[in-house]
């Protein structure tokens, strides 16, 4: 497999920093430019986990990958910027609950509209056996990820 490592490491490389610097381009183009990338993972995550009412700050941390003190710095400045609010369990006061506001919710639907765009660009140009391929070949790279400490 050695062959390969120069080329998947050139395109995990180049792929990586195409992707933040098109999310990067997307926010200061959107109507929500005062956020980071790493933001706007974090609304996304609470928009993901708020539903089920799951959006507690450890369940954000797994969520996120980071840990419950980096988000919390990171939550604080995103609800003083007025997109997500926190409010307590009322059975067990040690739980917080992280919910999108009004605008935290518009700049989730952004987020997963600029996803949806880029996952239908893909799956225009793949077949079907293409993307069975891609999604089993993607799927144990991120098993990897998830199973690894690099």
């Excluded at 933040?20 to 790493?38: A, F, G, Y």
């Excluded at 003190?69 to 009322?90: F, M, P, S």
């Excluded at 765009?117 to 790279?141: R, Y």
Aim: proline share 2%; charged share 25%.
């Amino acid at each position: 497999m050695k062959k390969y490592d120069n080329e998947l490491n050139t395109f995990f490389i180049r792929t990586f920093n195409k992707i933040l610097n098109s999310e990067e381009r997307t926010l200061q183009r959107s109507k929500i430019p005062d956020l980071s990338v790493k933001e706007l993972h974090i609304i996304e995550a609470v928009g993901l986990l708020e539903p089920e009412k799951k959006s507690t700050m450890s369940n954000l941390a797994v969520n996120v990958g980071i840990s419950v003190g980096a988000l919390t710095t990171a939550v604080n400045a995103i609800v003083r910027k007025g997109y997500l609010t926190r409010a307590g369990d009322e059975n067990d006061r040690r739980k917080v609950y992280i919910f999108l506001t009004e605008s935290g919710k518009k700049a989730f639907l952004l987020h997963e509209k600029y996803h949806k765009n880029m996952i239908n660009g893909i799956t225009s140009v793949l077949t079907e056996p293409e993307l069975d391929t891609l999604i089993k070949s993607l799927a144990t790279l991120s098993e990897f990820f998830e199973n690894t400490k690099l």
